[in-house]
């Protein structure tokens, strides 16, 4: 089986994720997501919807965590498609995840899932989430 190959469009936004994670800093994550962008959280079974959604889902989510690191990575077949591998801690639980990510033919970002265990961490990672963003994103359901 040959390795998938990222698309270049998706290659240069996924190098532009990686440098705004070393440097914490998600000033620009803006750019790089699809207007219409759908984030789907470890904890709520409703996506929320829009770009702004995931600035702020994605962006205070890394904020919570500490000692946030990729892992490995995984492409998908027809280059569009991004699985990353992390570990971190959320509080005081140590977490394992996955970000599933999805880019259009222009390299934006069109969906951005969220996997983490075990349910401690996600437990942890919840009430942070729930208490810095929970009535925001909240009026981002559908």
Known sequence: MDD?????????????????????????????????????????????????????????????????????????????????EFRA???NRDVHGIDMITFDDDGLIVTFEVMVRPASGLQALAREMAERVGTQLSGYAQ
Do not use: K, N, Q
Not at 10 to 25: F, T
Not at 46 to 51: A, E, W
């Open 89 to 91: 801690r959320a509080g």
């Open 4 to 84: 998938a190959v990222l698309a270049p469009a998706a290659a240069d936004s996924l190098a532009r994720w990686h440098a705004m994670v070393a440097a914490e800093d998600f000033s620009r994550l803006a750019e790089i997501v699809h207007p219409d962008a759908v984030f789907h959280s470890p904890v709520a079974h409703i996506p929320y919807h829009s770009r702004d959604a995931v600035v702020l889902a994605v962006s205070t989510a890394l904020e919570v965590f500490s000692g946030f690191t990729y892992h490995r990575t995984f492409v998908a077949a027809g280059g569009h498609e991004v699985v990353l």
